[in-house]
């Protein structure tokens, strides 16, 4: 059947794909293989971001990936991603300058819930990047912390060279908002760390949780899910409490090409953001 | 309602060329099947659906999405244009009708794909049907999904016409004759009277996955046979997976994207060397489990519509049809 009479034509002509110019504001190291950019619109705009999405960003000639945004909407009109070399579009932006230009697309995919958690005791728990998608909902919660009650965030890095945003841990450990805890899986010989050794999970049983009035995030990598999800069931959250970022390698960012579906879901429109039980029990998801 | 012969049609798509671009099932000097311009072959009604994806015609193997200089701050992205003229498709089956009704579904949800669309909107899609299957069956007809339809009676074609698109075409036909009363219902009842089998079959197939009743072991067993040539993805009339790349071309940066496939291992692997379909056995039954268990949650309906084109090309007979029979036989 032709679709002519249903269809919704955009009188911006072809727009899906097409990226939006921003201009590279600053670069900063994290850690020798992190770096944060901040980016601004060419046009002014502000992005229209919330806590927990991603933006498709673009490099002509080398690609095009998704990447999570890192700064709160609160901040101000400019967004922030703090990005791992790892990757040959996340390489060339490693040589990126202030003053360069980059197409970005988004934002994308859902967001954290921050109307449906006021009120509510928060546990942030991210290891690893994970941290990055995680301080744009820090920021948020620092900017807006008499919509939230008690804030704790749980951070684990490899070892403490792989600690990112140390600057702001360190504030938001010193900060009367938040109770931060810090840990790394190990100590190399040499290394400066005077707080926890040991894997994440060990930062959950000390603390005295109010299941039902406690909404978790987590944000890591893929193996860390499974085991801070079983010692946050020992405290009794439930699963509907429970959120989790889930990275999958979006192509398109818009539900099209496939490539981060999990089961029946699509990473980039349904996610990344979930509650476990949209998730739980779903092949490849956890 | 007309009744055509082959060379009354063969004229009604070459008059509707100055308007339209015409695409005809047409007979290949190897004696097989594909979609060209009626001037590329002669026209091949008869022998069922083309061997090729069909639905290629609206979302090709390789598209453009958008040019611009390397230095985006200097030149705006210029998207790619849209088609000239529209598409005037001749030969869906009624299972490829309702596999490209079940894409444009697909590309117009949450965000409508304006490339898709920029091809797919004012074309006209004619299907074929009747007593001209391959060996002379009959082939289902497609009703409403298409625009146009062309219905053989075993010697004749009669052309029905479904949209205000189509009718305002096949309104303008002088040639042929007027088809008897009662023919086209006649041709109907046939029609409702086809085997469903293969429709059962999926069906069973479809309910034991999703009552988990097909143990990894199958996969494994599946996937071993598997050769991963991904012909079962390149010729699936509604597998839409694409990869986005960069190229350069006459001093231009060019971004395109290029239909993939859920069989390569690749496929999903992330940057950090994570990837959630590393293991061959998951990605058989992905692609399986896709169409007739994740599509029914997502979409309320199985998404293989029994084309059998992947049954036809696998070399190692693991197309759909195939595994489901395997799958009920041991598990139903």
């Known amino acids: 059947m032709s679709t002519a009479a249903a269809s919704k034509a955009d009188d911006r002509g072809l727009v899906l794909y097409r990226p939006f110019m921003c201009r590279v504001e600053s670069v900063r190291d994290l850690t020798p293989s992190e770096k944060l950019f901040r980016f601004v619109r060419v046009d002014g705009q502000p992005f229209g971001h919330k806590p927990g999405q991603f933006m498709q960003v673009s490099l002509l000639g080398i690609g095009e990936a998704p990447i999570s945004v890192s700064s709160s909407p609160t901040r101000g009109d400019y967004l922030e991603m703090g990005v791992r070399n790892a990757g040959t579009l996340t390489n060339a932006m490693h040589e990126l300058k202030p003053g360069d230009t980059v197409g970005l697309r988004g934002p994308f995919g859902t967001f954290f819930d921050t109307e449906g958690m006021k009120g509510r005791n928060l546990l942030l728990i991210s290891g690893g990047c994970g941290l990055a998608p995680m301080r744009a909902m820090i920021q948020y919660v620092e900017d807006c912390r008499g919509d939230f009650a008690d804030v704790t965030i749980l951070y684990g890095a490899k070892s403490p060279d792989d600690v990112l945003y140390k600057d702001e841990l360190a504030l938001w450990q010193s900060s009367d908002k938040f109770d931060c805890r810090l840990t790394v899986d190990a100590v190399p010989g040499g290394a400066c760390w005077d707080t926890n050794v040991g894997v994440i999970t060990k930062l959950i049983p000390p603390l005295a949780i109010a299941p039902d009035k406690t909404t978790a995030i987590i944000v890591g990598p893929p193996i860390m899910y499974r085991f801070v999800i079983i010692e946050l069931h020992k405290k009794g959250i439930s699963d509907e409490n429970i959120v989790v970022s889930l990275e999958r390698y979006m192509k398109c960012g818009v539900g099209k090409c496939g490539h981060c579906t999990i089961e029946h879901l699509y990473c980039c429109i349904d996610g990344p953001v979930f509650t476990l039980d949209q998730v739980a029990g779903l092949r490849g998801a956890i | ?332």
């Open chain 2, 1 to 332: 309602m007309k009744r055509l012969t082959v060379q009354e049609l063969e004229a009604f798509f070459k008059c509707l060329e100055s308007d339209y671009d015409v695409r005809v099932p047409i007979a290949l000097h190897d004696g097989t099947r594909s979609l060209g311009k009626p001037d590329e072959g002669p026209l091949a009604l008869a022998g069922g659906a083309v061997p090729t994806k069909i639905t290629s015609v609206f979302f090709p193997q390789m598209q453009k999405l958008l040019t611009a200089d390397a230095d985006m701050a200097s030149t705006p992205v210029e998207m790619a244009a849209a088609r000239g003229k529209p598409l005037f498709v001749v030969g869906f089956t009624a299972q490829d009708a309702d596999c490209l009704e079940f894409i444009d579904r697909f590309f117009d949800a949450n965000y409508r794909d304006d490339i898709y669309f920029a091809g797919r909107d004012g074309s006209i899609v004619v299907s074929v049907s009747g007593r001209c299957g391959a060996d002379g069956n009959f082939l289902r007809i497609a009703g409403e999904k298409c625009d146009i339809e062309v219905i053989s009676d075993g010697d004749k074609f009669i052309v029905a016409a479904y949209s205000d698109a189509g009718r305002g075409l096949v309104d303008g036909i002088d040639a042929g004759e007027d088809a008897a009363d009662g023919a086209l219902e006649a041709l109907q009842k046939e029609s409702d009277a086809l085997p469903t089998d293969d429709l059962e079959l999926i069906q069973a197939a479809s309910r034991l996955i999703l009552a988990d009743k097909v143990p990894e072991k199958f996969w494994e067993d599946v996937s071993d046979r598997c050769i991963a040539c991904t012909s079962c993805n390149l010729v699936c009339p509604t597998c839409t997976c694409f990869e986005v790349f960069d190229r350069e071309a006459n001093g231009k940066i060019e971004r395109w994207r290029m239909w993939d496939s859920c069989q390569l291992d690749g496929f999903m692997r992330e940057a950090s060397g994570h990837n959630p379909m590393g293991e061959e056995a998951i990605r058989t039954r992905r692609r399986i489990h896709h169409r007739l268990a994740a599509d029914v949650t997502r979409w309320g309906h199985v998404t293989c519509y029994l084309c059998g084109r992947c049954d036809d090309v696998c070399p190692v007979n693991i197309g759909i049809k195939s595994v489901c029979r395997e799958m009920v036989e041991q598990y139903g």
